[in-house]
């Protein structure tokens, strides 16, 4: 079974500019998050999708961050314009609803460095 | 809000020695996760507890869940240096279908 794809691996921009990421969750799972780690810190919620509706983006900047998914499957997420406190790792994960185990398998990850 | 707390967050042990994580969290929660992440990586499952008195074991881990006292451990047998990394517990506010909250996390690292 393929995990969750996360692109790029790496990205490096200066403050101001925009950025977008992009996540392709495990194939049958109708719930996607978007994740922020801080370096030394737990990832911390973003925005979560149940479809292709937004469940939860309460913790989102939405200011300056935005995210879709318009079929339900693929995600993205960006930010305009970045500020240096976002540099961090943003992590994709995907789970399955239901009432048993709704583990979060997670992506790798993007590597965001804001200079 | 949900808070979850690990301790230590910086744990430096011997090989083949024991040695317990905790993470408390603040709110009723029948479900805990916890996670390894090494280095660069991403977040590797590695136990699912989702009722009280919940054991699972790997290997050299153990986790347990004690859903009254809002704790879970993860025991430490006899460490070797493969499993250096850092390891995060995360709760599920809701039981069910709701974004976990990560505790800060604890950095393992095993020296011979």
């Known amino acids: 079974e393929a995990g969750v794809a996360q692109s790029p691996r790496y990205k490096i921009i200066e403050k101001r500019q925009s950025v977008a990421f992009w996540c392709n969750p495990i194939s049958g799972h109708a719930t996607l998050y978007w994740y922020q780690q801080i370096l030394g810190q737990g990832p911390k919620l973003l925005i979560q999708?149940?479809?292709?509706?937004?469940?939860?983006d309460s913790q989102l900047p939405k200011d300056r961050f935005s995210a879709e998914r318009l079929k339900g499957v693929d995600s993205t997420l960006k930010i305009q314009p970045a500020k240096l406190e976002d540099s961090a790792v943003y992590l994709c994960?995907?789970?399955?609803?239901?009432?048993?185990?709704?583990?979060?398998?997670f992506g790798q990850g993007t590597r965001l460095t804001v200079v | 809000e949900l808070k979850v707390e690990q301790n230590p967050l910086f744990l430096s042990m011997q090989e083949g020695k024991n040695y317990t994580i905790y993470c408390n969290y603040s709110?009723?929660?029948?479900?805990l996760y916890w996670y390894r992440q090494d280095p660069g990586k991403s977040l590797e499952s590695l136990f699912v507890?989702?009722?009280?008195?919940a054991v699972k074991q790997e290997g050299r881990l153990m986790a347990s869940l004690d859903t009254k006292a809002r704790l879970s451990t993860l025991h430490i047998t006899a460490a070797v240096h493969d499993l250096s990394a850092t390891y995060f517990c995360?709760?599920?506010?809701?039981?069910?279908?709701?974004?976990?909250?990560f505790g800060k996390g604890t950095r393992l690292s095993v020296i011979a």
């Open positions: 709110t009723t929660s029948d479900r």
């Open positions: 994960a995907s789970s399955q609803p239901g009432q048993g185990n709704t583990e979060a398998f």
């Open positions: 999708f149940q479809n292709n509706g937004v469940v939860d």
């Open positions: 507890l989702l009722s009280n008195g």
């Open positions: 995360a709760v599920d506010p809701r039981s069910g279908n709701t974004p976990l909250v």
